[in-house]
Nanobody, 122 residues
């Protein structure tokens, strides 16, 4: 089992920034891939960004390209999502996810966190 705990969400004005954190614990996760997804009200959950823990390779959805950056601190078993230039349409619950093997941009992840709310006011 892998446990994932997100933090860092909150209310921010349009144009502001937030950094989300996801702490992973449980099994050895050095060979896992980690990702961030989000679900806006009334919409399907969508991919935001992913990182291959061991290789450090990153993937970002077009919606966050140039504004969102995923990174990791392997010593702390923590993955971050730095979000800049936030827009009201970024309002959603953001979820951290993990899977054994390579990162994917679909929902094919084995473990999920509880989510953290991000609200961007106009």
């Amino acid at each position: 089992q892998v446990q994932l705990v997100e933090s860092g969400g909150g209310l921010v004005q349009s144009g502001g920034s937030l950094r989300l954190s996801c702490v992973a614990s449980g099994r050895t996760i050095s060979s896992y891939a980690m990702a961030w997804f989000r679900r806006a009200p009334g919409k399907e959950r969508e991919f935001v960004a992913a990182i291959d823990w061991r290789a450090g390779t990153t993937y970002h959805a077009p919606s966050g390209q140039g504004r969102f950056t995923i990174s990791s601190d392997n010593a702390k078993n923590t993955v971050y999502l730095q979000m800049n230039s936030l827009k009201p349409e970024d309002t959603a619950v953001y979820y951290c996810a993990a899977r054994a093997g390579v990162a994917k941009v679909n929902n094919d992840y084995d473990y999920w966190g509880q989510g953290t709310q991000v609200t961007v006011s106009s």
